[in-house]
């Protein structure tokens, strides 16, 4: 069944949707901020979600990623959920993994495999950086069993920068990137290190965020383990203020709620750059010295005080 859309809202037109089945992981890094729970998605919910998604006729929606915790902990979901979308022409983007979930080859080999199988043909997308203190030889085996199943160009990389690290390991560490950049054809992000709203580190900046009306991460459905939807994949997304709608409700429902969201307009359509400075005019107290160049940052802050 076809259903015409009367919910499209400007500024907020989700192409992605990124499913965070689990928050189960190997690693405990101190920089995450998923919230540790034994819920986990339902592959039955997310398949029937995109079935809803292809019923309305002006979604945009074309693409599926993979994050989580950890998301090979949760293979099943991976194997269900690549099935449904590869069959009806959902396009990949990336599963986001640790790299070292495995405990034996024949583990890692079987689960890659078994994911390709399946029919995925998107990135491998790998956190590595001093923050997730992985094995650098078990991080490089992993990327080698990618480019045997997968081939090559088949991996990103993704460090977040410690402000802390001194020379010798920022040089490590940079060395390390750059042997796996060289050996598995991988493409390198480096992202900075971003604060929780009420933490002083990041509000030491002597100039605000630039505006972008959160158009780089934010044009995404990001469905967290509880199935609570959110509208990017930023870590202020753990914030109920975000919040439009669940894994069962429809694509339809899930915007007619995004309308009705006073986040959503701050982010989408005011701009959270407009909401600052007026905030920092009526002289209400944020942390640090009060200005922050980190809009996730800014956007955490304000979620917790509407």
């Given amino acids: 069944m076809n259903i015409k859309n009367t919910a499209s809202i400007y500024g907020f037109e989700p192409a992605e ?49 993979f994050s989580g915790g950890e998301p090979f902990l949760a293979v099943y979901f991976l194997c269900e959920v690549i099935s449904f979308a ?11 993994t640790n790299g070292v979930w495995w ?6 080999f079987t689960t890659l495999k078994k994911i390709q199988d399946c029919g995925y043909d998107g990135k491998i997308g790998i956190s590595y950086d001093n923050f997730h203190g992985q094995d650098y030889e078990k991080v490089r085996h992993f990327c080698s069993t990618v480019n045997e199943i997968f081939g090559e160009e088949n991996i990103n990389i993704q460090a977040v920068a410690d402000p802390l690290l001194n020379d010798e390991k920022t040089k490590k560490l940079e060395e390390e990137l750059n042997a796996l950049s060289e050996d598995f054809a991988a493409d ?8 929780k709203g009420n933490d002083e580190r990041g509000w030491q900046s002597k100039k605000w965020f630039k ?24 870590f202020a997304n753990e914030d109920s203020a975000l919040f439009i709608g669940k894994i069962t409700d429809t694509f339809e429902k899930i915007m007619q709620n995004a309308r ?40 955490d802050w304000l979620c917790n005080n509407l």
């Fill in 17 to 65: 949707i990124i499913f965070a089945s689990t928050t189960l992981c190997n690693l405990h890094c101190e920089h995450c901020f998923v919230n540790r729970t034994t819920v986990s998605l339902s592959a039955k919910d997310a398949v029937q979600f995109l079935a809803s998604c292809r019923a309305f006729n002006d979604c945009q929606i074309d693409k599926v990623g």
């Fill in 188 to 195: 390198i992000f480096i992202l900075p290190q971003t604060f």
């Fill in 86 to 96: 590869r069959k009806n022409d959902f396009m990949f983007d990336q599963i986001m």
């Fill in 103 to 108: 405990k034996t080859e024949d583990e890692l």
């Fill in 260 to 299: 009705n969201s006073p986040m959503i307009k701050n982010c989408y359509e005011k701009g959270l750059l407009k909401c600052a400075k007026e905030i920092a005019k009526t002289g209400k107290k944020m942390p640090g010295n009060g200005r922050t160049d980190d809009i996730c940052t800014f956007c």
């Fill in 211 to 234: 505006e972008d009306f959160c158009q780089g991460p934010g044009q995404i459905l990001f469905v967290h383990p509880t199935g609570d939807i959110a509208p990017c994949c930023g």
